[in-house]
């Protein structure tokens, strides 16, 4: 899958919004933006995914940059259990094969009560 | 909310001893997966699963791994002869379809102890 930056840390007031950011400057036009998160000692949890238009579902909102090199999952009120590694993953044909997921070290959400 | 199944939670195995993880995928899915995670690592890519044989294989899963699906429910990973380096959490999943605009759904995952 390509390559995907992502900031290691990052905190959150509980009920606040939350606005996790990802930069895949080399994406190409038929990669799709996967988002999974894994709270501690669980496994991954898929979270939203897209290709160009922004996405919404009952657990976050995904925005897409018109040039799709960043996107930002946003929780609009982050609880306590959102505490958690967001991993933002690129999904493409080529390098990454049609069905696995790649992970890379994510984003560690910590969240202040 | 249908979920991704794994037997047992915590299973601790003598180095060269043969071990068989278990996971029961969503009953309509029909793609199947594995990832190990060592503790404090990335998870990673093992094997994927469709039509009742491997599609997809990283490499790491080599001669001592093996995946099968006995019957119509159960997902099995075995690692015929276990290394310390083989501990680790094994995550499940299955998935509807098998492409890039699909999402996986992972169980709690099988911790693996070798002594």
């Known amino acids: 899958d390509a390559k995907t930056t992502q900031p290691n840390s990052m905190e959150s007031n509980e009920e606040e919004p939350v606005h996790l950011p990802c930069n895949h400057s080399t994406i190409s036009g038929t990669d799709y933006i996967h988002w999974y998160r894994q709270l501690p000692s669980q496994g991954p949890e898929y979270v939203i995914h897209?290709?160009?238009s922004n996405v919404n579902n009952r657990m976050a909102s995904l925005a897409i940059a018109e040039d799709r090199k960043s996107s930002t999952l946003i929780l609009h009120r982050a609880t306590l259990r959102d505490a958690a590694v967001y991993y933002c993953?690129?999904?493409?044909?080529?390098?990454?094969?049609?069905?696995?997921?790649?992970f890379g070290t994510g984003t560690k959400l910590q969240v202040i009560p | 909310e249908p979920e991704v199944t794994q037997t047992p939670s915590h299973q601790v195995t003598q180095m060269g001893q043969e071990v068989i993880l278990r996971c029961v995928p969503i009953s309509n899915h029909l793609y199947f997966y594995w990832y190990r995670q060592i503790l404090g690592q990335k998870v990673e890519f093992l094997v994927s699963f469709y039509n009742n044989e491997i599609s997809e294989k990283s490499e790491i899963f080599d001669d001592q791994f093996s995946v099968e699906r006995p019957d119509g429910s159960n997902f099995t990973l075995k690692i015929r002869s276990t290394k310390l380096e083989d501990s680790a959490m094994y995550f499940c999943a299955s998935s509807q379809q098998g492409n890039m605009n699909t999402e996986a759904f992972f169980g709690q995952g099988t911790r693996l102890t070798v002594v």
């Open positions: 897209g290709l160009t």
């Open positions: 993953i690129l999904r493409d044909p080529i390098s990454g094969g049609y069905q696995k997921v790649t």
